[in-house]
T-cell receptor, first 110, second 113 residues
Framework: GDSVTQMEGPVTLSEEAFLTINCTYT??????LFWYVQYPGEGLQLLLK?????DKGSNKGFEATYRKETTSFHLEKGSVQVSDSAVYFC?????????FGAGTTVTVRA | KAGVTQTPRYLIKTRGQQVTLSCSPI?????VSWYQQTPGQGLQFLFE???????NKGNFPGRFSGRQFSNSRSEMNVSTLELGDSALYLC????????????FGPGTRLLVL
């Protein structure tokens, strides 16, 4: 079945540092790939998405590229802020449901 | 456009009781899915509704059920609550089934004592 593996956390960074969270997937067919972010006490917010190979999703300084050859969708941001502290989930959807990774907790210190 | 809304936001129940959670999708969205989030199991798919029909169901016992109304609003019900049902229940809506983007509500946090 479909599955997502993402980098274990927690990750602690200083402001303006570079962030990367690794995500790899296993799926049949051609899934759409997503990054969602969850702030404390809230639901999931869509951060970015990519629907086909070589697509690059981007939003709020975050980027991820759909790499079919390596089955990966790594999340990157060049300069993080304290407000980026959250839990980040990689997910895929190939049919009816989203399959999520375990989540990576990111803490950015001022 | 208003986002996905869920009510109530917080709920405390005791073992053996039942509970009903409500979800209103984004206007124009006809597909509603439910997910359970727990620290141990992460995010797990419960079921998906489209056009008032349950299209898919995750690996949960029959105590978990749901329905969708003609206006696309959805409810989920959990009967005979167990301590392990304590979780954040998230509703997500999309325009249609399939690989469409799903947008999530804030969730209902259920605590079973």
């Amino acid at each position: 079945g479909d599955s997502v593996t993402q980098m274990e956390g927690p990750v602690t960074l200083s402001e303006e540092a570079f962030l990367t969270i690794n995500c790899t997937y296993t799926a049949t067919g051609y899934p759409s790939l997503f990054w969602y972010v969850q702030y404390p006490g809230e639901g999931l917010q869509l951060l970015l998405k990519a629907t086909k190979a070589d697509d690059k999703g981007s939003n709020k300084g975050f980027e991820a590229t759909y790499r079919k050859e390596t089955t990966s969708f790594h999340l990157e941001k060049g300069s993080v802020q304290v407000s980026d502290s959250a839990v980040y989930f990689c997910a895929l959807r190939s049919d009816y449901k989203l399959s999520f990774g375990a989540g990576t907790t990111v803490t950015v210190r001022a | 456009k208003a986002g996905v809304t869920q009510t109530p936001r917080y709920l405390i129940k005791t073992r053996g009781q039942q509970v009903t959670l409500s979800c209103s999708p984004i206007s124009g969205h006809r597909s509603v899915s439910w997910y359970q989030q727990t620290p141990g199991q992460g995010l797990q798919f419960l079921f998906e509704y489209f056009s008032e029909t349950q299209r898919n169901k995750g690996n949960f016992p029959g105590r978990f059920s749901g329905r969708q109304f003609s206006n696309s609003r959805s409810e989920m019900n959990v009967s005979t609550l167990e301590l392990g049902d304590s979780a954040l229940y998230l509703c997500a809506s999309s325009l249609s089934p399939g690989p469409e983007t799903q947008y999530f509500g804030p969730g209902t946090r259920l605590l079973v004592l």
